[in-house]
């Protein structure tokens, strides 16, 4: 599975955390549903300082 996908491009990630490079860099590089998780894979992978981003389903609005 190819882990640069841009997330408005896909519903693969809707209703999971992923986590991005960086920044700058919005690669995918770890997913899931529970956050732990996800920032230990990116961790893992090299990526200790990755952003966790939540992806909604699509038409709903989440205030943080």
Known sequence: MEKEKALLNTNEYVGK???LKSFKD???V?????PKQVMDEA???GHPN???V???????????
Not at 30 to 34: E, S
């Open 30 to 34: 770890a997913h899931g549903t529970v």
């Open 26 to 28: 919005p690669a995918i």
């Open 17 to 19: 955390y992923v986590a």
């Open 54 to 64: 939540f992806v909604p389903e699509n038409k709903v609005v989440h205030v943080y």
């Open 43 to 45: 961790s893992s992978k």
């Open 50 to 52: 990755a952003v966790i």
